[in-house]
């Protein structure tokens, strides 16, 4: 079984900042890409940032040069740093991870963190 435990959402008022940690645990061999989707309520859930086993990043054009992704390879860990935030960041996050659970796995298999809600206002 795996778990990917995400923390660090809050309320934050527009211009602040706030860094979003995501855990990945259990029954893992390796891991391929992390990263971050958003679903704002009533909208569909899209990318934000990605970061791939070697370190190369992908942001939406709305993120770029405000969220900065990073991962821990050895503790298989995600961060995505959010500053100068706007009201329409709110949403919840959703880390996500493409994993393998055994050396044999030729499929590498998405597992998600439950979400964790920013809402961005004054």
């Known amino acids: 079984q795996v778990q990917l435990v995400e923390s660090g959402g809050g309320l934050v008022q527009p211009g602040g900042s706030l860094r979003l940690s995501c855990a990945a645990s259990?029954?893992?061999?390796?891991?391929?890409?992390m990263g971050w989707y958003r679903q704002p309520s009533g909208k569909q859930r899209e990318l934000v940032a990605t970061?791939?086993?070697?370190?190369?990043?992908r942001y939406v054009d709305s993120v770029k040069g405000r969220f900065t992704i990073s991962r821990d390879n050895a503790k298989n860990t995600v961060d995505l740093q959010m500053i100068s935030l706007k009201p329409e960041d709110t949403a919840v996050y959703y880390c996500?991870?493409?994993?393998?659970?055994?050396?044999?796995?030729?499929?590498?298999?998405?597992?998600w963190g439950q979400g964790t809600q920013v809402t961005v206002s004054s």
């Open positions: 970061v791939a086993n070697g370190g190369s990043t």
């Open positions: 259990g029954s893992i061999f390796s891991i391929n890409a």
């Open positions: 996500y991870a493409d994993l393998r659970y055994k050396s044999e796995d030729t499929t590498w298999f998405r597992w």
